[in-house]
């Protein structure tokens, strides 16, 4: 069983910057080429969607609307990635859960939650 523990959410006015942490419990990458962690986001009503994920390979995919603005990065010793979020806008306001994929399985963080006033 892999555990996350997500850190970092919080209130923050447009145009800031936040950066969100995940710790996972085991190593996720460097034993296979799909193992992954990442961000979603999940506004109410609405799909969960993805926002960045980075793979053992350090592919790092991002959705569109936040190119340009979030970072992902990951430190592999302390089995952590990072969402660096600048110029945050009200539209990015959600609940942010992070996401491991580990030899197929999926895991999920317990969200924190993000909010951009303007």
């Known amino acids: 069983q892999v555990q996350l523990v997500e850190s970092g959410g919080g209130l923050v006015q447009a145009g800031g910057s936040l950066t969100l942490s995940c710790a996972a419990s085991?190593?996720?990458?460097?034993?296979?080429?799909?193992?992954?962690m990442g961000w979603y986001r999940q506004d109410p009503g609405k799909q969960r969607e993805l926002v960045a994920a980075i793979t053992s390979g350090v592919s790092t995919n991002y959705a569109d609307s936040v190119k340009g603005r979030f970072t992902l990065s990951r430190d592999n010793a302390k089995n952590t990635v990072y969402l660096q979020m600048n110029t945050l806008k009200p539209e990015d306001t959600a609940v942010y859960y992070c996401n491991a994929r580990r030899f197929g399985f999926i895991y999920w963080g317990q969200g924190t939650q993000v909010t951009v006033s303007t």
């Open positions: 085991v190593s996720i990458f460097g034993y296979s080429s799909t193992n992954a």
